[in-house]
């Protein structure tokens, strides 16, 4: 597994089970309609709290992302220093 698919993985697992279950249905194929009836929710709840579930990841991903080039950008200050 490549620190891709960790970071990933690591962002899923921050979400709320019941986010994170929507996240996980939608991507193989189930519909808000059907998302919601297992759920418990209306097709409208689904698709809003996959929407709002989308923007946390896409955060979560974000903020990683700016913190590895942080820490990469502190390695080659360090390795420009020897």
Known sequence: ???A???LRAALASLLPPDRKIIELHATGETFEAIGVRLGLS???A???HADALRRLKSKLKAEARADKHRADDGEATTELL
């Open 5 to 7: 698919d960790e970071t």
């Open 43 to 45: 097709r409208s709840q």
């Open 47 to 49: 698709c809003r709290r």
């Open 1 to 3: 597994m490549d620190f």
